[in-house]
């Protein structure tokens, strides 16, 4: 066993959750990987849930498919670890994530991060998902991705002392992966990649359908019952970015507003996420070059971005007054993306028909 293992990652294309971190990390740079993600994540949604950590409640936005991606993608193998397997096969989670880490497994699951970024006792906790990547025995750190240490993703250390004590403070009904994935239970997700095989090729008419499905904002959750109940006030597709708009609205109203940036940002890597998938699609063949078309999207990606800069700035300087700029960068990036996917829905319909 080497004194220091780091497994390969690469910084992600997207950020907005930890689970998409998390696998963008892993898999980002992956010739065979890209076929995968860019036949997915197309549709949005989003609906309101109690915050874990305050109780409030707030509007997660996310991408289809959400942190199941983890367990769904055909170029992860992803193996879950309840408590009771980890002590059973090491007598404790040090070992076992460098024990992990020694057959290139990397670690993901819910920590107490109060633990982690805090030198003294804390009579709260924070539970957050962390993703280890290596360890260094000399120095008793880990290596991992997390949004917690800085002010936006990044890869940082963590003794070892402070994730041991962060894992075990949390009990089944603080992790709020695991529990709502394998029913209650408390554990770790090992994710091995899987990229060595070409198991998925782009998938142009899964990519046509879905398409639709967003610019018609069509239920698609509708199709994976057999997986879970629903929640009843989901909002799909672009009328996504009306149910943000009024979120936004709503926060800036409050006597202390409210300044989470989190639906909006999730909004912002969606784009960047289409603006490389019309590239990808291009690049390969399977849309004609159409430099228009392109131009015309980046606009999307620029007005979100200005609309999420913007949102940050007033958390900083809380000037509420600027918020209303926000709706206009909303109207243009809509009106946009409308046109430049309804061109790209008609020429996939030719292609395939």
């Given amino acids: ?76 193998i992803t193996s879950i670890m309840t408590n009771k397997q980890i002590e059973s096969y090491t007598g404790n989670i040090l070992d076992f994530i460098i024990k992990t880490i020694d057959l290139d497994g990397y670690v993901y699951g819910v920590f107490d991060e109060a633990k982690i970024i805090s030198d003294f006792d804390t009579d709260y906790k924070f539970p957050h998902e962390l993703f280890i990547y290596g360890y260094n025995l000399d120095e008793e750190i880990f290596y991992v991705g997390d949004f917690t240490f800085k002010d936006h993703y990044s890869y940082n250390t963590v003794s070892f002392k402070d ?35 070409p198991y998925y090729e782009i998938d142009l008419r899964f990519i046509r359908d879905t398409l639709r499905e967003y610019l018609n ?67 390969q063949g399977h849309l004609k070059y159409n430099e228009d078309l392109i131009l015309g999207y980046k606009t999307v990606v620029r007005n979100m971005l200005t609309a999420r800069n913007l949102l940050i700035k007033i958390s900083i300087n809380g000037n509420i007054s600027e918020s209303e700029k926000i709706k206009s960068y909303f109207e243009m990036a809509k009106e946009k993306e409308l046109g430049v996917l309804l061109e790209v829905l008609a020429e996939l319909d030719n292609k395939l028909n």
């Fill in 1 to 76: 066993m080497a004194n220091i293992k780091k497994l390969p990652v690469t910084y992600p294309m997207i950020t907005s959750w930890q689970w998409h971190a998390t696998l963008f990390s892993i898999l980002s740079n992956d010739d065979n990987a890209k076929k995968w993600i860019f036949s997915n994540y197309i549709q949005l949604r989003c609906y309101n849930i109690q915050e874990i950590f305050t109780g409030d409640e707030m509007l997660l936005a996310d991408i289809m498919p959400g942190s199941s991606s983890l367990t769904e993608c055909p170029y992860l």
């Fill in 217 to 283: 904002s069509v239920d698609t959750k509708d199709h994976y019952r057999m997986m879970r109940n629903r929640f009843n006030d989901t909002t799909f597709g672009i009328n996504v970015y009306d149910r943000v708009l009024e979120r936004i609205k709503y926060q800036m109203s409050l006597p202390e507003p409210d300044f989470d940036i989190r639906a909006l940002h999730l909004m912002y890597d969606h784009k960047v996420l289409m603006f490389e998938r019309i590239r990808y699609l291009m690049a």
């Fill in 163 to 197: 994730v041991e004590k962060g894992y075990e403070v949390i009990s089944a009904p603080d992790d709020h992966m695991f529990k709502d994935d394998y029913k209650g239970t408390r554990g770790l997700y090992v994710i091995f990649k899987n990229t060595d095989t």
